[in-house]
């Protein structure tokens, strides 16, 4: 079965920090996207930053950028000058045997 | 313009009772998804459409789930006889192209209690 795996359960960062929240995926497709989607305490999924895996370069959305390591089949997020509205679940997802499969999710605490 | 919308917000069911869960896209998008999100985890998929045509439904975990989008449009999800094992929270999301490229917009979701 192809999958999304996220090994950090839980992550905390203090406020005005970096945090690096990691995944890796498996996926037989040769051109594909992937995402990392926020879904806050009782509110709905929302796209934090997508990656064409045909372009080398790293995605960067403001405080938001990725490390894409193609061969390795990595894709963590990094979140630099954490704020408090980070808090979050974090979800990393790629195509699969479904459209799309996501990891089991990081919850990410920010410590003020 | 509007973002996906799902109803109701909480459903209480008695086990064996039958529930209808309605999805409403974002107008024009073509994709159509839905997902099962039980506590602590993950969505998985349950099944796919593009525009009325259900492309893929090898997420639904039972023959007691039906998914039905008639006119390209409106969504309803449908869970006949339900269980407790079917308590979670069943998300929406709708995309503007095919799949793969395009990024999934998320309704709030659905949390449906069996007891």
């Known amino acids: 079965a192809q999958t999304v795996t996220q090994s950090q359960p839980e992550m905390s960062v203090q406020e005005a920090e970096t945090v690096t929240l990691s995944c890796t995926y498996d996926?037989?497709?040769?051109?594909?996207?992937l995402f990392w989607y926020k879904q806050p305490p009782s509110r709905q999924m929302i796209l934090v930053i997508r990656?064409?895996?045909?372009?080398?370069q790293n995605a960067t959305e403001n405080r938001f950028s990725v490390n894409f390591q193609k061969a390795a089949k990595s894709f963590s997020l990094k979140i630099s000058d954490s704020q408090l509205g980070d808090a979050a679940m974090y979800f990393c997802?790629?195509?699969?045997?479904?459209?799309?499969?996501f990891g089991k999710g990081t919850r990410l605490s920010v410590i003020a | 313009g509007a973002g996906v919308s799902q109803s109701p917000r909480y459903k209480v069911a008695k086990r064996g009772q039958d529930v209808a869960l309605r999805c409403d896209p974002i107008?024009?998008?073509?994709?159509l998804f839905w997902y099962q999100q039980a506590l602590g985890q993950g969505p998985e998929f349950l099944t796919y459409?593009?525009?009325?045509?259900?492309?893929?439904k090898s997420g639904l975990p039972s023959d007691r789930f039906f998914a039905e989008r008639p006119e390209g449009s409106v969504s309803t999800l449908k869970i006949q006889r339900t269980q407790q094992e079917d308590s979670a929270v069943y998300l929406c999301?709708?995309?503007?192209?095919?799949?793969?490229?395009?990024?999934?917009?998320f309704g709030p979701g659905t949390r449906l209690l069996v007891l």
């Open positions: 996926t037989s497709e040769s051109d594909y996207y």
């Open positions: 999301a709708s995309s503007l192209g095919t799949l793969g490229q395009e990024t999934q917009y």
């Open positions: 459409f593009q525009n009325e045509a259900q492309l893929d």
């Open positions: 990656q064409e895996a045909y372009k080398q």
């Open positions: 997802a790629s195509p699969g045997n479904t459209p799309l499969v």
């Open positions: 107008s024009g998008h073509v994709s």
